[in-house]
T-cell receptor, first 113, second 114 residues
């Protein structure tokens, strides 16, 4: 069956370090992948999109990689700040063009000052 | 610009009661969807719609009905609430099903079924 897995355990890092979050998937051939940020009590907010033919995307301190052979995406936040503390969700789109996005369970990041 | 608006924000139901969660968007988006979010389970797709008059099932559709009579509105109906439907519900929209663009989420509706 199709599955998307993100680290269920919270990731705790020190301010200034690079945070790396992982999104693995099985039995999918996603046309693209998106990352979202969710703060407690709020709806998710879009961060980045990466397509299947792209290896890497950057936006300010954020970097996403997409390895369709390993079936994995890595999400990096460089020079992390306490304000980056949140839950980060990856979402995959199938190639059937229905528009559906299927989400992983999210990884909570805690950046300590 | 309101974006995606969900009502109510909080609701407590008794088992067997029915209710409708409202969702409206003012961005002229063709695609709308409902997710539920439970601890450790992430966001799970309930139903989605690619345009007015068109709806389809997601991963966990049982116990929920939807309709899409206008582009703006996409209500989610619980016909006979069960404790297993206690969750936080999110409505989300995007430009179209063919778009790779972002989903815009509402702020969520927290439902408790006793």
């Amino acid at each position: 069956s199709q599955k998307i897995e993100q680290n269920s355990e919270a990731l705790n890092i020190q301010e200034g370090k690079t945070a790396t979050l992982t999104c693995n998937y099985t039995n999918y051939s996603p046309a693209y992948l998106q990352w979202y940020r969710q703060d407690p009590g709020r709806g998710p907010v879009f961060l980045l999109l990466i397509r299947e033919n792209e290896k890497e995307k950057r936006k300010e301190r954020l970097k996403v990689t997409f390895d369709t052979t390993l079936k994995q995406s890595l999400f990096h936040i460089t020079a992390s700040q306490p304000a980056d503390s949140a839950t980060y969700l990856c979402a995959l789109a199938g190639s059937s063009n229905t528009g559906k996005l299927i989400f992983g369970q999210g990884t909570t990041l805690q950046v300590k000052p | 610009n309101a974006g995606v608006t969900q009502t109510p924000k909080f609701q407590v139901l008794k088992t067997g009661q029915s209710m409708t969660l409202q969702c409206a968007q003012d961005m002229n988006h063709e695609y709308m969807s409902w997710y539920r979010q439970d601890p450790g389970m992430g966001l799970r797709l309930i139903h989605y719609s690619v345009g007015a008059g068109i709806t389809d099932q997601g991963e966990v559709p049982n116990g929920y009905n939807v309709s899409r009579s206008t582009t703006e509105d996409f209500p989610l109906r619980l016909l006979s609430a069960a404790p297993s439907q206690t969750s936080v519900y999110f409505c989300a929209s995007r430009t179209s099903r063919g778009s790779t663009g972002e989903l815009f989420f509402g702020e969520g509706s927290r439902l408790t079924v006793l």
